[in-house]
């Protein structure tokens, strides 16, 4: 993993957000496969037949977290080399038994601020992570700098669930269930309820799509996947 000097202060949202993950690191794949009754599975399969590669290879895998996406890419053996960046090294090092060091890098940083040079990257994927970055906006640009001429974000994450889904259950297990279960295993009294909150203030896909043109993207489109739950968000640079 990126050892090196610490990165900015990642302000008092950060700051919670990564004592949250660092908090939960240790129950977040058990927790993240079982609530999801598996399906998190197919959602990365799906983010990861978006990926596209060009003249480096290479591709970021930002907010890694566990780094189940990043595993997924290193199978494929399509990319010249894989980073896997987040801000928690808790949950990275609590991946770290997933990943071939030879093939991916761990490394510890903000989004917000990616210690990558400019266009060094063809693809940026980010699962489930983009939600909890505030502003995204600082984020989208600095994935533009990164990204090669004509690089590819792809972005996996809930759909707002503001509509009922599935006659409003799915809206009563994420506001209610999920996050009883989550307190029970976790003993983390905060992070599942934060986990609903923001699905709930989470942008609509067309209002999201509309926030990547105007950060500069040149194009994006989205497409929802097992009835809205989530949402897969492609944009080109
Ligand atoms: C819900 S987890 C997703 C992890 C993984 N991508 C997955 O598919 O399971 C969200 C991750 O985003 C990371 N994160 C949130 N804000 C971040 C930021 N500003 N910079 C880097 N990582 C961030 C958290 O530390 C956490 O590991």
């Given at each position: 993993m990126?050892?090196?000097?610490?990165?900015?202060?990642?302000?008092?949202?950060?700051?919670?957000?990564?004592?949250?993950?660092?908090?939960?690191s240790?129950?977040?794949?058990?927790?993240?496969?079982?609530?999801?009754?598996?399906?998190?599975?197919?959602?990365?399969?799906?983010?990861?037949?978006?990926?596209?590669?060009?003249?480096?290879?290479?591709?970021?895998?930002?907010?890694?977290?566990t780094?189940?996406?990043?595993?997924?890419?290193?199978?494929?053996?399509?990319?010249?080399?894989?980073?896997?960046?987040?801000?928690s090294r808790p949950m990275l090092e609590k991946g770290r038994k997933?990943?071939?060091?030879?093939?991916?890098?761990p490394?510890a940083?903000?989004?917000?601020?990616?210690?990558?040079?400019?266009?060094?990257?063809?693809?940026?994927?980010?699962?489930?992570?983009?939600?909890?970055?505030?502003?995204?906006?600082?984020?989208?640009?600095?994935?533009?700098?990164?990204?090669?001429?004509?690089?590819?974000?792809?972005?996996?994450?809930?759909?707002?669930?503001?509509?009922?889904?599935?006659?409003?259950?799915?809206?009563?297990?994420?506001?209610?269930?999920?996050?009883?279960?989550?307190?029970?295993?976790?003993?983390?009294?905060?992070?599942?309820?934060?986990?609903?909150?923001?699905?709930?203030?989470?942008?609509?896909?067309?209002?999201?799509?509309?926030?990547?043109?105007?950060?500069?993207?040149?194009?994006?489109?989205?497409?929802?996947?097992?009835?809205?739950?989530?949402?897969?968000?492609?944009?080109?640079?």
């Amino acid at each position: 993993m990126n050892r090196g000097t610490e990165f900015p202060d990642p302000g008092e949202h950060g700051r919670r957000v990564a004592s949250m993950f660092n908090r939960i690191s240790p129950w977040y794949d058990l927790l993240n496969h079982t609530l999801s009754l598996g399906l998190d599975f197919y959602w990365r399969k799906k983010l990861l037949q978006t990926v596209r590669l060009q003249t480096s290879g290479r591709v970021l895998d930002l907010a890694a977290g566990t780094m189940d996406v990043s595993r997924q890419l290193q199978k494929q053996g399509r990319c010249s080399g894989i980073l896997a960046m987040d801000f928690s090294r808790p949950m990275l090092e609590k991946g770290r038994k997933k990943i071939d060091p030879d093939h991916v890098l761990p490394l510890a940083a903000d989004a917000r601020d990616i210690p990558l040079p400019e266009a060094s990257v063809d693809c940026v994927t980010i699962a489930f992570g983009i939600r909890n970055i505030l502003p995204r906006e600082k984020a989208y640009a600095e994935i533009l700098r990164i990204l090669t001429p004509g690089g590819r974000l792809c972005i996996l994450e809930f759909g707002s669930s503001r509509q009922k889904i599935w006659g409003g259950i799915y809206n009563l297990y994420l506001q209610r269930i999920l996050p009883g279960i989550g307190r029970l295993v976790s003993r983390d009294r905060s992070a599942y309820g934060y986990l609903a909150e923001t699905i709930r203030e989470f942008p609509t896909a067309e209002d999201l799509k509309k926030e990547l043109l105007e950060s500069g993207f040149r194009r994006a489109e989205h497409r929802s996947l097992t009835s809205g739950i989530v949402c897969l968000h492609i944009a080109d640079k």
